[in-house]
């Protein structure tokens, strides 16, 4: 078998690889070594430049039809009784444009859908069940039961995921970081007009609820590390009362889960691999980094980077300028952009990794603060958003910290817009150009 572009691995990353490359008309063979559908919870949260990527490839309509617009995320901070302190929300229509909210799809749903778009393609061809073991010349080497064969390719892309054997095969080491928590993660029923995030914390407890379609609602509740096997052994009502402690609005749907089967253990890890890119090789989404899960954003940066990666092979094969060297756009776009989400997302998992009093009090100091002044607001969700970037400054750290005044006036749409990244930036070499 040959093709222009080998993928390793079909999760969402491999996905819209997959499918942007046979929209412009590159021979993709992609291998999934799973039959069946995943049986663990993963990333559900689509962001506004995922939402933008995904309208580019003609899915945007499909993906807002089956699933849960998000426009606010209310963040809550209760006291030891469980009363209300103080209540702030991450705002995402203060991004101007068209992608000025955030969507919860199921995940292998979101497969499904990017999957059917990629087999409408002669070109595309998908082998499921098949696990890419290692690379020979020129080839990968795959395994379908106790069959063995190879796929010859120019390009080799691994989107395998953690335990990705494409970076193995181009030698880039991962150091993983942990954190001192684990989370709880399941899905459960849930009222029909509870259709916002939240974010529900007192000083050494959190719970993260984000509405999915179907009047469903996927959970994750933070716990000690080592304390799920304990729970387990516990009656399920104690589950439920840990949820409904903090969250009244799930009181009579998640009692609808009957026993701890569902309810699963979320590791948070992070890394972020040296190097992306390897001679005609290059890995993509949870391949190359790992997120701490509390900013929503692992799913969105295999999203982006595929966009990306994508954008370029497709523009090399087009314009016939396939040197090796090329790829190396691909980790100049996209490691700079990696690296701040995983920042960002690392100091959102500090936060509330602390269980002291002094810690939630800076905490709830910090998100009035970014909810009051507008550019501290409109920096967090553009950060969030995947849109753009704009770091914090001294200033803004002084704001957060109640050393200076919040600023009163918004910034102009348009001075908001400048903000965003803009086609050059997203794919430089289509000026710069090729070799
Ligand atoms: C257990 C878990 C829970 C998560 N929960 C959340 C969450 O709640 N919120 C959030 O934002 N993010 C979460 N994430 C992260 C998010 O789901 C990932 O960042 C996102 O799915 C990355 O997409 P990907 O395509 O890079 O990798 P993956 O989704 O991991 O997909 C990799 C695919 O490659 C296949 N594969 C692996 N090895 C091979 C091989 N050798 N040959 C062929 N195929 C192979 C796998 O079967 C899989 O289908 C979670 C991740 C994990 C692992």
Same mark, same amino acid.
């Given at each position: 078998?040959?093709?222009?572009? !080998?993928?390793?691995?079909?999760?969402?990353?491999?996905?819209?690889? &997959?499918?942007?490359?046979?929209?412009?008309?590159?021979?993709?063979?992609?291998?999934?070594?799973?039959?069946? @559908?995943?049986?663990?919870?993963?990333?559900?949260?689509?962001?506004?430049?995922?939402?933008?990527?995904?309208?580019?490839?003609?899915?945007?309509?499909?993906?807002?039809?089956?699933?849960?617009?998000?426009?606010?995320?209310?963040?809550?901070?209760?006291?030891?009784?469980?009363?209300?302190?103080?209540?702030?929300?991450?705002d995402y229509s203060v991004l101007?444009? @068209?992608?000025?909210?955030?969507?919860?799809?199921?995940? /292998? *749903?979101?497969? +499904?859908?990017?999957?059917?778009?990629?087999?409408? !393609?002669?070109?595309?061809?998908?082998?499921?069940?098949?696990?890419?073991?290692?690379?020979?010349?020129?080839?990968?080497?795959?395994?379908?039961?106790?069959?063995?064969?190879?796929?010859?390719?120019?390009?080799?892309?691994?989107?395998?995921?953690?335990?990705?054997?494409?970076?193995?095969?181009?030698?880039? /080491?991962?150091?993983?970081?942990?954190?001192?928590? =684990?989370?709880?993660?399941? +899905?459960?029923?849930?009222?029909?007009?509870?259709?916002?995030?939240? #974010? #529900?914390?007192?000083?050494?407890?959190?719970?993260?609820?984000?509405?999915?379609?179907?009047?469903?609602?996927?959970?994750?509740?933070?716990?000690?590390?080592?304390?799920?096997? &304990?729970?387990?052994?516990?009656?399920?009502?104690?589950?439920? @009362?840990?949820?409904?402690?903090?969250?009244?609005?799930?009181?009579?749907?998640?009692?609808?889960?009957?026993?701890?089967?569902?309810?699963?253990?979320? #590791?948070?890890?992070? %890394?972020?691999?040296?190097?992306?890119?390897?001679?005609?090789?290059?890995?993509?989404?949870?391949?190359?980094?790992?997120?701490?899960?509390?900013?929503? /954003?692992?799913?969105?940066?295999?999203?982006?980077?595929?966009?990306?990666?994508?954008?370029?092979?497709?523009?090399?094969?087009?314009?016939?300028?396939?040197?090796?060297?090329?790829?190396?756009? %691909?980790?100049?776009?996209?490691?700079?952009?990696?690296? =701040?989400?995983?920042?960002?997302?690392?100091?959102?998992?500090?936060?509330?990794?602390?269980?002291?009093?002094?810690?939630?009090?800076?905490?709830?100091?910090?998100? *009035?603060?970014?909810?009051?002044?507008p550019?501290?607001h409109f920096?967090?969700m553009?950060?969030?958003?995947?849109?753009?970037?704009?770091?914090?400054?001294?200033?803004?750290?002084?704001?957060?910290?109640?050393?200076?005044?919040?600023?009163?006036?918004?910034?102009?749409?348009?001075? @908001?817009?400048?903000?965003?990244?803009?086609?050059? /930036?997203? %794919?430089?070499?289509?000026?710069?150009?090729?070799?």
């Amino acid at each position: 078998m040959k093709a222009d572009v !080998f993928i390793g691995g079909g999760g969402i990353g491999g996905l819209t690889l &997959a499918l942007k490359l046979v929209q412009r008309g590159v021979n993709v063979v992609l291998a999934e070594r799973m039959v069946v @559908k995943a049986p663990t919870y993963k990333g559900e949260l689509l962001q506004p430049k995922s939402m933008q990527i995904f309208d580019s490839l003609g899915l945007y309509e499909q993906i807002c039809n089956r699933s849960n617009e998000i426009k606010v995320l209310d963040m809550l901070e209760l006291s030891s009784s469980l009363q209300v302190k103080d209540q702030s929300f991450m705002d995402y229509s203060v991004l101007p444009g @068209k992608y000025n909210a955030a969507y919860m799809m199921h995940h /292998e *749903e979101l497969k +499904t859908v990017i999957l059917k778009a990629a087999c409408a !393609f002669d070109n595309f061809h998908y082998l499921k069940g098949v696990a890419c073991k290692g690379y020979g010349d020129g080839t990968a080497l795959l395994q379908k039961g106790t069959e063995k064969f190879e796929v010859e390719a120019q390009f080799f892309f691994g989107a395998e995921g953690r335990s990705s054997v494409t970076r193995k095969a181009m030698e880039v /080491e991962v150091k993983q970081t942990t954190y001192n928590h =684990h989370f709880l993660t399941v +899905t459960f029923p849930r009222a029909e007009d509870f259709t916002d995030g939240k #974010i #529900i914390s007192t000083y050494n407890r959190f719970l993260g609820l984000f509405p999915l379609p179907d009047d469903q609602v996927r959970s994750v509740y933070l716990i000690p590390p080592g304390d799920y096997k &304990a729970l387990k052994e516990k009656p399920i009502s104690h589950f439920h @009362k840990l949820y409904t402690d903090l969250a009244p609005v799930v009181d009579g749907y998640v009692q609808q889960l009957l026993d701890w089967k569902k309810i699963q253990l979320m #590791i948070p890890v992070m %890394y972020h691999a040296d190097s992306y890119v390897k001679d005609n090789k290059a890995i993509i989404g949870d391949a190359s980094h790992a997120v701490h899960p509390m900013a929503g /954003e692992g799913m969105n940066m295999a999203i982006q980077d595929a966009d990306v990666l994508g954008e370029l092979t497709a523009d090399m094969f087009e314009r016939q300028q396939t040197d090796l060297t090329n790829l190396k756009w %691909y980790e100049k776009v996209r490691y700079k952009r990696a690296d =701040h989400v995983i920042q960002l997302s690392h100091l959102a998992a500090l936060a509330y990794s602390f269980p002291f009093k002094p810690v939630s009090y800076l905490r709830q100091r910090t998100f *009035e603060r970014m909810e009051e002044d507008p550019i501290l607001h409109f920096k967090q969700m553009l950060n969030v958003s995947g849109l753009g970037m704009w770091k914090e400054n001294v200033r803004d750290r002084f704001i957060q910290g109640g050393i200076m005044p919040v600023r009163i006036k918004d910034l102009a749409k348009d001075t @908001k817009e400048l903000r965003y990244y803009t086609p050059e /930036e997203d %794919y430089p070499w289509k000026t710069e150009g090729l070799i």
